[in-house]
C-alpha cells in the first residue's frame, strides 16, 4: 500500500509555522583566527629573540606558552560554537531541542494549545529570559540572544504560537 500525499489537513498540520535555530555568536571566523594566531605567533617569536641573542633563553619558551594558551582559549571557544537550539511550532506539537556542544541533546514536546511564552522583562536592559511553558513544565529559550534579538524573537515566537492554536487554515492551499 503506497501512502500519498492529497495535501489534506495532515500535511498542512505538520507543516512548521515556525522554525528558527539559534546558535552562539561568534565574531571570529576561521579566517580571523588564522590572522590573529599569525601576527601573535610573529610578534612573539619577533620579541623573543632579542632575549635569546642576550642569552635569556627561557624567556621565548614563556612566549610560547603564551601563544599556546591564546590557541587553547580559540578552541575551546570555537567548541562552544557547536550548541544550538531549535524550535519549530507546527499546529500540532511545539518542538524544543537544545544540543550542547558536546553533543548532548534534549528534546522538548509541548501542546501549543497548552504553551504560553513567560518573558522576564527588566525596564533598563529588555528582555533578560524568555521560558516556553507549559502544564507546569518550564524551559528555558533563546539564552544565547542579546535582549534585542530577544525580544524580536520573542515576538515572532508568540505569534506563531497563536497561528497554531488558532490551527489548520483549511482556506489556504
Known amino acids: 500500500m503506497n501512502a ?4 489534506g489537513s495532515g500535511d498542512a498540520a505538520l507543516r512548521p509555522v515556525f ?15 588564522r590572522i590573529v594566531m599569525t601576527l601573535v605567533c610573529l610578534s612573539s617569536v619577533i620579541s623573543s629573540v632579542p632575549f635569546v641573542v642576550l642569552g635569556a633563553w627561557p624567556v621565548a619558551g614563556f612566549f610560547g606558552l603564551d601563544v ?19 524550535v519549530v ?3 500540532l506539537e511545539v518542538l524544543l531541542r537544545k544540543v550542547s556542544h558536546h553533543g548532548r541533546e534534549a528534546v522538548w514536546r509541548f501542546n501549543p494549545a497548552w504553551t504560553r511564552l513567560e518573558r522576564q522583562n527588566d525596564e533598563d536592559y529588555g528582555l533578560l529570559g ?8 518550564s ?3 533563546a539564552g544565547e540572544l542579546s535582549p534585542a534579538e530577544r525580544a524580536g524573537f520573542a515576538d515572532a515566537l ?4 497563536a497561528s497554531a492554536r488558532r490551527g489548520v487554515d483549511y482556506g489556504r492551499p
Not at 4 to 7: E, H
Open 4 to 7: 500519498r500525499s492529497d495535501g
Open 19 to 33: 522554525d528558527a535555530t539559534i546558535t552562539p555568536h561568534r565574531s571570529l571566523g576561521q579566517n580571523g583566527f
Open 68 to 86: 599556546l594558551a591564546l590557541f587553547i582559549a580559540f578552541h575551546v571557544n570555537f567548541r562552544h560554537a557547536r550548541a544550538f537550539e531549535r
Open 89 to 91: 511550532v507546527t499546529p
Open 130 to 137: 524568555l521560558k516556553l511553558v507549559s502544564r507546569g513544565q
Open 139 to 141: 524551559v528555558p529559550v
Open 158 to 161: 508568540g505569534a506563531a504560537l
